[in-house]
């Protein structure tokens, strides 16, 4: 999708390529972003997209039309080549099988040729082709937003259920250990969310792992403190789906728990990209750019926390995309690459969070928002690591004006402040750019550590996070 893959991870004749034409500067970002799991190829373009095309030696391969991003797909990156990224970057591949166009045979040919050993015509073209081992893909999507009308090969829920219900029996014929993620509702605002989950899931409850997520955030009409409360729309969006498959599964007597794989969600001016879609057909089009301000990455940073929050259900999430379209990591075309904004709030939770989530009970004041009604100005998550005591907490003051002084008791014995961080600036709207690529980043912010309280100040829209840990004997 745009400039995703071409000029954002792949650029071969960059000052930083690799011997396989893959940006090092974007390699190294995505190491310290803290990516452990990408999903591949895509979201809608996977429901167009022919696998075949993107292997074999690249100048016998197809040039095509993306009619999703109204783009040429050149298909000089492929399977073979995103897994060595992907190996290079230190992350896992999810892959998202085609069932917009394509079905069941063209999925148990990609799993063949991906996680087959050898000894098969699609597994030793593989190793013909460069890869002698098997790529080694656990987590399987089945098709992406099928419940959309922009999608091709859009179905209704029975349609897709079913499809995903057999596409899942014959994969697990062909690898029974693999997770498999159905698609859920691409909005929780889609006239069919609730009913396409529950039919879905009733045809497919035995066969899959996860049920998909999706949702994406934006101002609307200059509502900035509803946006600032996107989390709790996201919030709403995973209880009420967890309580759906639970119903579910209570009605068919299973014991079965389906986890909730959030593989698309972020910050997305989708109004300005639909009042500039593309028109030509171009190779990796500068789409969906989206520069964040702060009170950008305060939301993304929110959304963290809602993750994190529900991760007892939650058991993937991808926040899309990784460069250049709307993605925490921008580049230019021979030239440099930076992190946006929203870089540093999920570069640090990745970093700090770990162990076990810990339910954060908080008392806040609220402010009225158009959209959600009263919403806490605070909202809060920790988490605890038992090998090391580590304690992290994670916090966001939402009021646009006013700082809050955050008060937190803690029960763990003795404990002090490693580190202390707040993204926050006094303009809101300040961003990172290719000539201000620091604007605005990180900065340690002063606490207090008394009487088994932390006490810490948070500014104006501001994210924040604390981690303590135990005296060094």
């Not at 970093?351 to 928002?369: D, I, K, N």
């Amino acid at each position: 999708m745009g400039r995703c893959v071409y000029t954002g991870i792949y650029e071969p004749g960059h000052p930083t390529a690799d011997e396989d034409g893959f940006r090092g500067d974007v390699l190294a970002l995505t190491r310290e972003l803290g990516v452990t799991l990408v999903r591949y190829p895509g979201g809608n373009f996977v429901s167009g997209y022919r696998w075949e095309d993107g292997i074999g030696p690249v100048a016998d391969r197809p040039v095509r039309r993306d009619l999703a991003w109204h783009s040429i797909e050149t298909n000089e990156v492929g399977v073979d080549e995103f897994v060595r990224w992907a190996r290079k970057a230190g992350v896992e591949v999810m892959y998202a099988v085609n069932l917009g166009t394509r079905g069941i045979t063209e999925a148990l040919d990609v799993h063949e040729y991906v996680n087959h050993e050898g000894g098969t015509r699609l597994s030793d073209l593989r190793r013909a082709n460069g890869s002698p081992e098997p790529h080694g893909v656990a987590v399987w999507c089945l098709g992406n937003e099928l419940d959309g009308p922009w999608q091709t090969g859009h179905k209704t829920a029975h349609e897709y259920g079913r499809l995903a219900a057999e596409t899942a029996r014959a994969l697990r014929q062909a690898e029974p250990g693999l997770e498999l993620v159905a698609c859920g509702s691409s909005s929780s605002a889609m006239p069919t969310f609730g009913e396409w989950e529950t039919t879905v899931l009733e045809l497919a409850y035995d066969q899959v792992d996860h049920i998909s997520c999706h949702a994406y955030y934006e101002v609307l009409d200059g509502d900035v403190d509803s946006f600032l409360a996107s989390a709790v729309d996201m919030d709403r969006f995973v209880e009420r789906v967890v309580a759906i498959a639970d119903a579910v599964g209570a009605r068919l007597g299973s014991d079965k728990r389906i986890g909730v794989s959030f593989d698309e969600w972020n910050v997305w001016y989708q109004k300005r990209f639909q009042a500039n879609p593309p028109v030509e057909w171009e190779v990796a089009p500068r789409i969906i750019e989206d520069r964040y301000d702060v009170a950008d990455a305060v939301v993304v940073g929110s959304l963290l926390i809602s993750l994190l929050r529900h991760s007892d259900r939650v058991t993937a999430a991808c926040q899309a995309q990784l460069v250049n379209v709307i993605a925490p990591i921008r580049t230019e075309p021979g030239g440099p690459a930076w992190r946006q904004t929203t870089f540093h709030p999920f570069a640090l939770t990745s970093r700090l969070a770990g162990g076990r989530v810990l339910r954060a009970e908080t008392t806040s004041p609220t402010y009225p928002t158009a959209r959600y009604g009263d919403v806490p100005v605070v909202d809060a998550v920790a988490t605890h690591d038992p090998d090391t005591g580590a304690v992290v907490v994670f916090a966001v003051n939402r009021h646009r004006t006013e700082p809050v002084e955050l008060r937190v008791s803690l029960a763990f014995g003795a404990v002090e402040v490693a580190e202390a961080w707040t993204l926050s600036d006094p303009d809101t709207a300040a961003a990172n750019t290719e000539q201000e690529p620091d604007r605005v980043v990180p900065r340690s912010q002063p606490t207090d550590l008394a009487d088994d309280t932390l006490t810490v100040v948070l500014p104006p829209v501001s994210w924040n996070a604390v981690r303590l840990v135990r005296p060094p004997r």
